[in-house]
Structures are given as structure tokens and as C-alpha cells.
Nanobody
Framework: VQLQASGGGYVQAGGSLRLACAASGEAFSNYIMGWFRQAPGKEREFVATFARTGQNTIYADSVKGRFTIARDNAKNMLFLQMNNLKSDDTAIYFC???????WGQGTLVTVSS
């Protein structure tokens, strides 16, 4: 599976962006899939993911209530709706399934304060 994230950009604090991740190759539904981010000078961190069983979702405390992860298995797509963005959300965002060794190319989100 190859992953390609898109939808990043420049937004003012309080604004919204919707990231998308397109997958090609094997059955997308076989993979758990989540979003991760890496801010300048910081380590990569977890943002949101689907639970290993069922359709439950898990979020980092820093984005809970503001971000929503979704997927469309029929279209091999993963999404991240980001609302009420803060300057601390500035980072490169990656879609991935780390246990499967899958990482997509990131998309840059810049939030101005």
C-alpha cells in the first residue's frame, strides 16, 4: 500500500482544515490507519487512530474535541477534520499504520496565531 496525504495549508488560529490520505495497492480496509504529526524541532507524535477492533476512534488529548478521524474504505481514503486550530497544531501531518510499517508522505499544516 502506498499512502499520500494532502489538504495541508496555511490557516489562522481558530480556522479549519480537512486532511485526506489516499491509499493505493492492497485492500485499504485491512489496515488500522491513523494520523501522526511532527512539529519543527520535535519528535513525531500520535494524533488520532481507529481502534484495532471495531470502529472506535482514539485521539491525543491535545486534539480531542477538535479533530475527527474518518475513513472511506470503498474509496481507500482516510480523513482528518481539524477544527479550532491552534498554533501548536503546526506540523507535518502523516497518515500511517505503524505496526504494518506503512507511512505516507506528509502534508504541512501551518497555523498562525
Amino acid at each position: 500500500v502506498q499512502l499520500q496525504a494532502s489538504g495541508g495549508g496555511y490557516v489562522q488560529a481558530g480556522g479549519s482544515l480537512r486532511l485526506a490520505c489516499a491509499a493505493s495497492g492492497e485492500a485499504f480496509s485491512n489496515y488500522i490507519m491513523g494520523w501522526f504529526r511532527q512539529a519543527p524541532g520535535k519528535e513525531r507524535e500520535f494524533v488520532a487512530t481507529f481502534a484495532r477492533t471495531g470502529q472506535n476512534t482514539i485521539y491525543a488529548d491535545s486534539v480531542k474535541g477538535r479533530f475527527t478521524i474518518a475513513r472511506d474504505n470503498a474509496k481507500n481514503m482516510l480523513f482528518l477534520q481539524m477544527n479550532n486550530l491552534k498554533s501548536d497544531d503546526t506540523a507535518i501531518y502523516f497518515c500511517a499504520d505503524p505496526p504494518a510499517g506503512l507511512w505516507g508522505q506528509g502534508t504541512l499544516v501551518t497555523v498562525s496565531s
